[in-house]
């Protein structure tokens, strides 16, 4: 694929990420401690920046597989891109919290060690930061899109996820009042996989490698949207269809913007830094009788700042390393 096209990857990650750090500054942060000004509802919309991600992590996990060699290829890649940086965030994360106070947020050093796996939640310990919840459903991808790619069935995908879609969307009916545990419903992705199907659909559009079962799974999974979310939520989730759509087909030109690009490029570690850190300078300052906006813009030039250094002292570097090896 072209260089444009990756582009404008990096630039609808970085408005997912922008939207989730100023949904969590703002109207999270209002929801747990409280800020001292009116919050608007339209910042609890930035929430939805993370089923944007997971948009694009089913178009761009969907590239890597059918480009890796074999399972192990495929492993290798998604441990290389997520673990290191991930390490350096949990640590920088936890030293945080340990030494300064944020109500509610300290964690035990057994906690810390489970999170080093990113499977933590599996076995019942909570998140370094609450951010990492996603991840779990991140590696149950993985684990499932390697299995098929293992099985060899990569070829019907479509038809596998048509099916996952629909039993998903059943089982998550509340009208059926099912008792689904947490793990199992993050383990098979019953709340996010129409997100995921999307972007897989995306990807091939974006190849000319569609058929008509794509289009299928493209039409099975905006139906979910609407039997699975309030109607506002659906529609918005939605519109994240059409500009994809608009995206592959190369419409949507201000995705090049360099700033926008350029979040998009440390939105990984951005995302994986910024939460309790930028708590507890919010926190920092309103303890300090300062203006609490001024506490989110530092909080938010932290947090970049640690995002960029995180991407290209560890992040990147670790990356070239690691594949390097295993060539």
């Known amino acids: 694929m072209k260089n444009k096209r990756l582009t404008e990857l990096d630039g609808l990650r970085g408005i997912a990420a922008l939207a989730v750090v100023l949904f969590h500054y703002i109207y999270h942060y209002d929801n747990i401690y409280g800020h001292s000004f009116a919050v608007s509802e339209l910042f609890r919309f930035g929430y939805y920046?993370?089923?944007?991600?997971?948009?694009?992590?089913?178009?761009?996990?969907?590239?890597?597989i059918s480009k890796s060699k074999n399972s192990f290829d495929f492993i290798w890649s998604r441990f290389s891109r997520l673990y290191p940086v991930f390490w350096a965030a949990l640590s920088i994360t936890f030293l945080s919290l340990l030494f300064?106070?944020?109500?509610?947020?300290?964690?035990?050093?057994?906690?810390?060690?489970?999170?080093?796996?990113?499977?933590?939640e599996y076995f019942n310990y909570s998140h370094i930061d609450g951010v990492y919840w996603t991840l779990t459903l991140e590696l149950a991808f993985y684990f499932w899109i390697c299995l098929i790619f293992y099985l060899g069935k990569?070829?019907?995908?479509?038809?596998?996820?048509?099916?996952?879609?629909?039993?998903?969307?059943?089982?998550?009916?509340e009208t059926l009042g099912l008792n689904i545990d947490k793990r199992i419903g993050k383990f098979f992705l019953?709340?996010?996989?129409?997100?995921?199907?999307?972007g897989i659909c995306f990807y091939k559009y974006?190849?000319?490698?569609?058929?008509?079962?794509?289009?299928?799974l493209l039409l099975v999974s905006s139906i979910a949207l609407f039997l699975s979310y309030p109607l506002i939520t659906a529609l918005g989730l939605f519109s994240f269809f059409i500009i994809f759509l608009l995206v592959v087909t190369n419409r949507v030109?201000?995705?090049?913007?360099?700033?926008?690009?350029?979040?998009?490029?440390v939105s990984y570690s951005l995302y994986l830094i910024h939460q309790n850190i930028g708590y507890l300078i919010i926190h920092g300052f309103y303890k300090a009788n300062f203006n609490p906006i001024f506490g989110i813009a530092v909080a938010l030039?932290?947090?970049?700042?640690?995002?960029?250094?995180?991407?290209?002292?560890v992040e990147q570097p670790s990356l070239k390393a690691l594949r390097r090896i295993s060539h």
Request: proline share 2%; no cysteine; glycine share 6%.
């Open 49 to 64: 920046g993370v089923h944007l991600f997971f948009i694009v992590s089913g178009f761009v996990i969907y590239w890597t």
């Open 100 to 120: 300064f106070s944020l109500p509610g947020r300290e964690k035990e050093i057994g906690t810390f060690l489970m999170n080093i796996t990113m499977v933590h």
């Open 154 to 173: 990569l070829d019907e995908i479509e038809k596998i996820l048509i099916f996952w879609v629909i039993t998903a969307t059943i089982l998550t009916f």
């Open 190 to 198: 019953l709340d996010y996989i129409e997100l995921f199907s999307a």
């Open 206 to 216: 974006k190849t000319s490698s569609y058929t008509n079962w794509t289009n299928t």
């Open 253 to 265: 030109p201000i995705l090049g913007n360099r700033f926008i690009v350029y979040v998009g490029t």
């Open 301 to 313: 030039l932290v947090s970049f700042t640690l995002a960029h250094l995180l991407t290209n002292l």
